[in-house]
């Protein structure tokens, strides 16, 4: 069984290389996907690779956005959504903690909700609460939220859902962050059904006549049968990232169904791969994979400072 230390290094970098994995199959239905045997950081040749001019083993957005989340827990050793938000707005105008300082993948409505921040509106109220605005870019970040934290289950929920406004203000969104940071949390416990386990608590947390609870049952539905497509939809992010770890037995078996999904590859793979680093520990990670991953410069002391407060708590 990999150590708690090795749990949450599979964490962060099961995110951060499922994100740069799906990253050149990004925008392709799923019967454009290379078979899974040739699904790697560089694509078959002929494949007419999304992001052209982006090197492989390069994350995107998803990966820069949870990395712009643990450095704010770690620098003000709490949640600040104001800290977030410049990061954040740091990342869209400098490049901060993308790779090279490129930024090739902006997803709109956070671009949005960043403008609006940027122009002097709260961070808590930055992000646009229409239904119609429920992405999976709040989503995407949340992980290190849920390495770090040690609070209760109450307090990570209230936590992941105030993050979620920065970006996107929708209940939906909020209620698929933490129900992510439940899952996280039981995977990192190794209870056997993690999912199951995260569901329950968040039903108790959030009881039948709580808007969240309907949204819960009505909208997310997670304990629905049918399969995730892969869409930039958070409930569908959300979902088929279920799917991805429950069918798969390996970390790369995981990543390598969600980009098989097709659409929104790279953010799948992030929020599935997180998972699974979690569930198997960073020594299960593809050593190719490992090493051709770019900017792990960025990484390493903040992974050193997550795993020092883990172990100091």
Known sequence: MPTLEERIAGGIYGL??????????????????????QIEFEPPAGFHRAHAGVPPGTWSDDGAHALC??????YRGMLDPEDLGRRLWNWYDLGYLAVDYEVFDVGIQTSTALRIFRAGTPALQSGPKGEMDNGNGSLMRVLPLALWHTGTDQALVHEAMRQSLVTHGHLRSQVCCALYCLWARRTLQGVAD??????????????????????L????RPDRP????????????????????????????????????GKDTDTTAAVAGGIAGIREGVQALPQRWRTALRGQELVEPMLTALIQRVQNT
């Open 226 to 261: 049918e399969p995730g497509h892969g869409s930039g939809y958070v409930v569908d992010c959300l979902l088929s990232a279920r799917d991805c770890v429950r069918s798969e037995p390996s970390y790369e078996g995981v990543v390598k169904a969600a980009v098989a999904l």
């Open 16 to 37: 951060l290389i499922g994100d740069a994995l799906g990253v050149p199959y990004e925008f392709h239905p799923p019967e454009q996907i290379p078979p899974r045997e």
């Open 194 to 215: 993690p999912w199951a386990e995260a569901v329950a608590t968040f039903r108790q947390l959030y009881p039948e006549g709580l808007e969240a609870h309907a949204e």
């Open 69 to 74: 989340l643990l450095a704010s827990l770690l």
């Open 217 to 220: 049952e009505f909208h997310i």
